[in-house]
């Protein structure tokens, strides 16, 4: 007997995503207030991570490991979730600090 895995369409369309839920809800701006932001790493390809770097201008960083860099992991975030870099910073301090440890997650390899 094997147990084998079912998927709903909501597990499909979400296969390979990462969700962050928030404890309340967030307001940017004039948007609607989110509650959860949602990361596909998979749309973060080679390209778009040296052409974060190059536009954070983190070439000249003292260090080599860019994944460290909290800069570079919200700039990533915002990339794999589709908003504005500037949403990201504007985070409360502690969703802040998951999406960026998601961020250097993905980055290491680590997921």
């Known amino acids: 007997m094997t ?3 079912t998927t709903t369409p909501v597990e ?14 967030f307001k940017f701006e004039d948007q609607e207030p989110i509650t959860e932001l949602i990361f596909d790493w998979d749309k973060v390809n080679g390209r ?3 052409a974060l770097s190059e536009r954070l201008a983190l070439n ?14 919200a700039a990533v975030c915002a990339e794999a979730a ?3 870099f500037q949403l990201i910073e504007e985070l409360p301090g502690g969703v802040f600090g998951r999406a960026t440890t998601m961020a250097q997650s993905f980055l290491l390899g680590l997921e």
């Open 3 to 5: 147990n084998k895995k």
């Open 12 to 25: 499909a369309e979400n296969e390979g995503k990462h969700v962050l839920k928030f404890s309340k809800p």
């Open 48 to 50: 778009k991570l040296i």
């Open 60 to 73: 000249d960083m003292d260090s080599p490991i860019k994944a460290v860099n909290m800069k570079f992991q």
């Open 82 to 84: 589709g908003v504005p």
